[in-house]
């Protein structure tokens, strides 16, 4: 990690025990039993930074100089909570722009995106400022870097769902969340975010219509298995539309059937906007395919389809998934016992 | 834009099939129908030839020597540890728990257990909130021997309060400093309206993570008052995505664990090798839902989850273990979530939370033992993947996973009983004889 002397203030001494605006301050070393676990060989950087640090939180000094401090101690450890957490009291403290803070976290977010503290400073900011809509173009930007990352994703819904009634922040978020989906076809966390924005945050204008709703998600990804069958991704995306609208898995048995054989070479397509049939060259049958059509035929019931069920997991275990053999053995005990 | 995600769409259907047909052709793979590695689709002839592989031994004199150097020094390029340097220590001492390293003949002294401890307690504070452990003494203002009230700044931190109440457990301290009711006060001062918990109790991260550890310290006590269980479960429930799994927070995906940053390669002591920040406790949000429910007490005749909500987190967990094909074997890890590749740690999540749920005979533990055998690093400790850096948390948990999913031992021609692990309680996360010491007397009532 590069400190900020390194970096930018090469006339600036990186020792604060250096600098003559310091001198006033009495630090405070840090204590330690004479047995200690895991002790961490500081470099003399962060130690001079850490006995300076400690010395104004012992006497509660929230000035200009605390803000260089406070970034200077994160840049060498974005993971010191309390650092950060005294930074937004000295902020406070002073009324310094929160504009000019989220510049600085608009170049700490991207080099340090797995740290929790980046994303918790950021929300407060967010919170105070009320200036949701810049965020989405900067969220865009993080998940260039990272397209699955978990803190990226959880701050945009963050975001939703704090302004939710932002119509103009909400406006184009199917949008985005089709082509994060179009650019990765099996990147889950943008499939999870698109059911976040159709079914987890309320009901958006223009999509009262429910039974409309769930009729355009099974469409979009029918048509993205279409494209690529064997994304796990999409069939529990297609499981959840039908969970949480309530809607039975028949629905798609017409769908499912050729996903559960193999290729016919021979097959003429027929245009079927609702029954988007497996690409050329697509490696059938699909696993997921096979799951979910054994799980249309247990949620009939009777007899003949458990038994078609327990056909459809035999092939699961001994063939196309032996990974989970005990499961699926599992899965035809549960349903012939359960009758 | 609709026409270029299309045109887009098309061309990366062009490149997989001409990608399909040059492997089958060049790589004489088969006809590209078959099924790829990662569907793991196998005949019944590489299967046989699949329970030939062995197993090779597993380096306990290496990953003992791993934690130990741990605990006595970490380079530079760990200060991102600071904050959380309890959390290591408990990863520390669970592994050479695991490994029965604590009690036999190559033990530590009893003077370094009694170090340890000590340093354990002193990291036991007091004031406004109650009493609960630091993460290390990297805000403490004043002496510690001082005794003095903490501050806003250095109050106690929930997850670190967790691990050090197992860190203790696992040295068989005998838990007389414990200051019960501070605890109690503690636990209720970092509860939020929303049922949830934040790591202290001025600020801070709050996610299912420190709901967990309340929950946990809450049954080592037996003392269910510092919590509102009710509101805690409602939160949990919050969580739950259409996936089976459960996300950090409302509206999250489901997933494993929490990463934290890449630490920069090491300037100094070469020998200790950690791949990354050992994530505070961490992750499993799955796990630490279905452990957190099962943990509570419970208000209804009912169980904590309905058949068709536990179905469905069944086949989320079983779906990430993920087959990948090398060779004649077969590498069976788990993914973190839906579409990941595999990481040690989350052969513990996952597994730990279906032996909870009572499904760990789902699994199957030879591709388990041989994805794991991979992550094992020449001079000692496991990594999230082959060819990764190990590190404490990875090492831990791999050796969790493996105490509860032990491979066969006919599995492995050389030091079949280098594979063997004692009893883990998956509820708590320690090994059975620990989770048992620390119920008795962390509750004190067992004495």
């Not at chain 1, 965020?135 to 998940?143: A, G, P, Q, S, V």
């Not at chain 2, 002839?45 to 006595?72: T, V, W, Y």
């Not at chain 2, 109440?165 to 301290?173: E, F, N, P, S």
Request: aromatic content about 10%.
């Amino acid at each position: 990690m590069k400190s900020r002397a390194d970096s930018e203030e090469d006339q600036t001494p990186a020792l604060f025990s250096e600098r003559p605006e310091w001198s006033d301050v009495v630090t405070v070393p840090q204590y330690e039993t004479d047995t200690p676990i895991a002790p961490i060989l500081y470099s003399p950087e962060y130690q001079d930074a850490s006995d300076y640090f400690r010395a104004i939180v012992k006497s509660q000094e929230h000035s200009e100089r605390v803000l260089d401090l406070t970034e200077h101690l994160i840049r060498l450890n974005p993971a010191h909570y309390t650092a950060w957490q005294y930074r937004y009291e000295t902020l406070l403290a002073l009324s310094s722009p929160f504009e000019t803070e989220l510049e600085l976290m608009n170049e700490l977010a991207v080099k340090y995106l797995k740290t929790y503290q980046v994303w918790h400073h950021r929300r407060l900011l967010i919170t105070h400022l009320r200036t949701p809509q810049p965020e989405l173009k900067f969220i865009e930007r993080c998940l260039q870097v990272d397209s699955k990352n978990y803190h990226t994703w959880s701050y945009r819904q963050w975001l939703l769902s704090h302004f939710v009634d932002n119509e103009d922040l909400w406006r184009d978020e199917l949008d985005f969340v089709e082509n994060a989906i179009g650019d990765d076809v099996r990147n889950n966390s943008a499939w999870h975010h698109r059911h976040f924005v159709v079914f987890g945050c309320g009901v958006r204008p223009g999509d009262e219509d429910r039974a409309r709703v769930a009729r355009r998600e099974l469409t979009f990804t029918k048509q993205t298995i279409s494209l690529a069958p064997n994304n796990l991704s999409a069939w529990n995306y297609l499981r959840g539309v039908l969970d949480t609208m309530k809607l039975p898995y028949s629905l798609l048995t017409q769908f499912v059937k050729p996903y559960t054989v193999p290729l016919d070479p021979k097959r003429i397509d027929i245009v079927d906007l609702e029954n988007p049939p497996p690409p050329p060259g697509a490696q059938l049958p699909c696993v997921h395919a096979i799951e979910m059509l054994a799980d249309i035929h247990e949620q009939a019931g009777d007899k003949d389809n458990i038994l078609q069920a327990v056909e459809l997991w035999k092939s699961l275990a001994n063939e196309h998934d032996t990974m989970r053999v005990k499961y699926w053995e599992h899965r035809i005990r549960d349903a012939l016992n359960s009758r | 834009m609709v026409l270029i995600i299309q045109i887009k769409r098309l061309v990366a259907d062009i490149l997989s099939i001409l990608r399909q047909f040059l492997w089958a052709r060049f790589a004489k793979l088969g006809p590209p129908l078959l099924p790829s590695s990662e569907e793991t689709s196998e005949n019944s002839s590489s299967r046989r030839k699949m329970d030939e592989i062995q197993l090779p031994p597993f380096n306990r004199s290496g990953h003992a020597a791993h934690a130990r150097r741990c605990m006595s020094a970490l380079p530079r390029s760990q200060i991102e540890l600071d904050a959380s340097r309890l959390a290591l220590a408990f990863y520390n001492l669970g592994i050479l728990d695991l490994l029965g390293d604590l009690n036999d003949v190559t033990a530590p002294p009893q003077w370094q257990k009694d170090g340890w401890i000590n340093w354990l307690w002193a990291q036991q504070t007091h004031g406004k909130y109650g009493s609960g452990f630091r993460p290390s003494p990297f805000m403490t203002l004043h002496p510690l021997e001082s005794n003095l009230e903490y501050s806003d700044y250095d109050a106690p931190h929930l997850i670190m309060t967790y691990t050090a109440l197992l860190a203790l457990a696992i040295l068989r301290d005998d838990f007389s400093k414990l200051d019960r009711s501070g605890l109690i006060t503690f636990l209720r001062a970092c509860q939020r309206e929303d049922g949830s918990f934040m790591t202290t109790p001025k600020d801070g991260e709050n996610d299912l993570r420190t709901l967990y550890c309340a929950f946990a310290i809450s049954a080592m006590l037996d003392d269910w008052s510092g919590v509102d269980v009710e509101r805690a479960k409602a939160f949990i429930a919050s969580c739950r995505t259409y996936e089976g799994g459960y996300g950090q927070a409302p509206f999250c995906e489901a997933q494993g664990t929490r990463f934290q940053p890449k630490s920069e390669p090491f300037q100094c002591l070469r020998l200790i090798t950690l791949s990354s920040a050992p994530r505070l406790l961490t992750g499993g949000t799955t796990y630490i839902a279905v452990a957190s429910l099962y943990l509570a007490p419970s208000s209804t005749g009912s169980g904590p989850l309905t058949a068709i909500e536990k179905a469905q987190t069944v086949r989320w967990l079983v779906n990430n273990q993920t087959a990948v094909k090398d060779g004649e074997a077969t590498l069976g890890g788990f993914a973190g979530r839906t579409g990941k590749p595999a990481d040690s740690c989350y052969c513990f999540w996952c597994g730990a939370a279906l032996k909870i749920l009572k499904y760990d005979g789902l699994i199957e533990t030879k591709p388990l033992a041989l994805f794991l055998a991979r992550c094992q690093f020449k001079f000692g400790g496991i990594s999230k993947f082959e060819g990764e850096h190990p590190d404490p948390y990875h090492t831990y948990l791999s050796m969790a996973a493996l105490s509860m999913y032990p491979p066969s031992p006919l599995l492995a021609e050389e030091k079949p009983e280098s594979w063997k692990f004692p009893v883990l309680d998956p509820l708590l996360n320690a090994r059975v004889e620990t989770a048992e010491w620390a119920k008795k007397n962390i509750s004190g009532k067992g004495q």
